[in-house]
């Protein structure tokens, strides 16, 4: 089971681009790279997945280099409604361990 | 609105008191999941259901019974807990199959254990 690790904490400001990256070196061939969002005493929240090169959607973009061992969540003019906690997973659907997550702090 | 719903919202029971956490989801999905959020902890896998049958148990102590009647409905059973059992309950559900693990949450229930 591919373990991930990523920033335990990250400050922005508004209306800036945030980037986290998350490492995942184990990463096996099945596994697809999830991303989700959590905000206090609410469920986790889907916001992205990719297996490989980028993904975009309308909330935020994926990229994942060639040898998929580490990605980059990338928020685009973040608000302060962005704060949250984002967890990294990597793995098939029974097989998704959710880590520590990046506290993601925005602040005016 | 996930289309997962959870009942109750919050939960206060005494260590040796019987209750029941709910879940129902309503979007057709064949996957549904029990999972435990301490505080200052990350998210632990409990359960997993595929169409109905249990397929994972990570370890998890007897007084947490789980139950999935059908694929749109998922149940977790308490009884005689212990104190550090107080933590947020979610469920969550997916489709079965395949190699997109994409899950939908519910809000969790708020359990606290006197």
């Known amino acids: 089971l591919a373990k991930t690790t990523q920033p335990i904490s990250m400050d922005s400001y508004e209306g800036q681009e945030v980037n986290i990256t998350c490492s995942h070196n184990?990463?096996?061939?099945?596994?697809?790279i999830t991303w989700y969002q959590q905000f206090p005493s609410q469920g986790p929240r889907f916001i992205i997945q990719g297996y490989k090169t980028k993904v975009t959607n309308e909330v935020a973009s994926l990229f994942i280099p060639a040898d998929r061992k580490s990605s980059t969540l990338s928020l685009p003019r973040v608000s302060l409604s962005d704060t949250a906690v984002y967890y990294c997973?990597?793995?098939?659907?029974?097989?998704?361990?959710f880590g520590a997550g990046t506290r993601l702090t925005v602040k005016p | 609105e996930t289309g997962v719903t959870q009942t109750p919202r919050h939960l206060v029971m005494g260590m040796t008191n019987k209750k029941s956490l709910k879940c129902e989801q309503h979007?057709?999905?064949?996957?549904m999941y029990w999972y435990k959020q301490s505080a200052k902890k990350p998210l632990e896998l409990m359960f997993v259901y595929n169409f109905k049958e249990q397929t994972e148990n990570n370890s998890v102590p007897s007084r947490f019974s789980p139950e999935c009647p059908n694929s749109s409905h998922l149940f977790l059973h308490l009884h005689t807990l212990q104190p550090e059992d107080s933590a947020l309950y979610l469920c969550a559900s997916s489709y079965s199959g395949g190699l997109r693990p994409e899950q939908y949450f519910g809000p969790g229930t708020r359990l606290t254990v006197t």
């Open positions: 997973l990597v793995g098939d659907k029974d097989d998704m361990r």
């Open positions: 184990n990463i096996a061939t099945n596994d697809y």
């Open positions: 979007l057709g999905h064949n996957a």
